[in-house]
């Protein structure tokens, strides 16, 4: 099991859910958990009878809501202490301090920190990098109206005694290109769709697949989002 940390305050829910459905059509199984505090994924995905914690199958990605750490998700499934989870990948969305203890992230295989350049959500996120014990490597996913110099620079100096090591490559997603629409847009035919998505995010989601799992290979990761 591979364990995928997506952390920080701005909303990631989406971007997750799309590279979910990337990864389990390259015949991947997986595993979305949100642990965030606003537990957006309880509203965006479809489920019958939802309770405080649950696990429920969105296009056929498990999604996990409500677990407070995997031994609580382990004794959902009805797995014995000693069993593994069968899952080739968990993409686990996280915007406390607490949670990163709790889903062990510090030896996560693969570490995303998001952010946009509001007040909140970059100050409320470095308030969670701050709080780290040990460096963990992290690559930066930025969500920006211009992908202004400036604006990285104000995140590096706010960032400047967390104990990250930054990965050099970077991604970020254009805020006013009309992805939002098309992601409002999935979310009432409750469907993971691509058509409408811009050209860019198609790319960020090929690169950031193609970073978690390299041996699909970009042409595969390709195919797989023309056809979505």
């Known amino acids: 099991m591979n364990k995928i940390g997506f952390i920080g305050v701005?909303?990631?829910t989406d971007l997750i859910l799309c590279i979910a459905k990337v990864l389990?059509?390259?015949g991947k199984k997986v595993l979305v958990v949100d642990a965030t505090v606003t537990q957006k994924c309880k509203y965006v995905v479809p489920v019958i009878n939802p309770t405080v914690s649950y696990i429920t199958e969105f296009e056929e990605i498990d999604v996990a809501i409500g677990f407070d750490n995997f031994e609580e998700i382990r004794k959902y499934i009805g797995l014995e202490d000693n069993e593994d989870f069968e899952y080739d990948y968990v993409l686990i969305d996280?915007?406390?301090?607490?949670?990163?203890?709790d889903f062990q992230?510090?030896?996560?295989?693969?570490?995303?920190y998001t952010t946009s350049f509001d007040a909140y959500s970059l100050k409320k996120g470095i308030d969670i990098l701050n709080q780290?014990?040990?460096p963990l490597k992290m690559t930066k996913i930025f969500y920006s109206k211009e992908m202004l110099k400036e604006e990285e620079e104000y995140f590096d100096y706010l960032a400047l005694g967390?104990?990250?090591e930054w990965n050099e490559d970077k991604i970020y997603f254009l805020l006013e290109n009309g992805d939002q629409a098309a992601i409002v847009e999935n979310q009432r035919l409750e469907k993971i769709?691509?058509?409408?998505?811009?050209?860019?995010?198609?790319?960020n989601v090929i690169?950031?697949?193609?970073?978690?799992?390299?041996?699909?290979?970009?042409?595969?990761i390709r195919g797989i989002i023309k056809n979505l």
């Open 94 to 101: 996280i915007d406390t301090f607490d949670k990163i203890i």
């Open 10 to 12: 701005y909303d990631k």
């Open 207 to 220: 690169y950031l697949v193609n970073k978690i799992d390299d041996k699909i290979g970009e042409r595969t």
């Open 105 to 112: 992230l510090t030896n996560a295989d693969k570490l995303f």
């Open 162 to 164: 967390a104990k990250v």
């Open 193 to 203: 769709k691509f058509k409408n998505l811009s050209n860019e995010y198609r790319e």
């Open 24 to 26: 389990k059509l390259a």
């Open 132 to 134: 780290l014990k040990d």
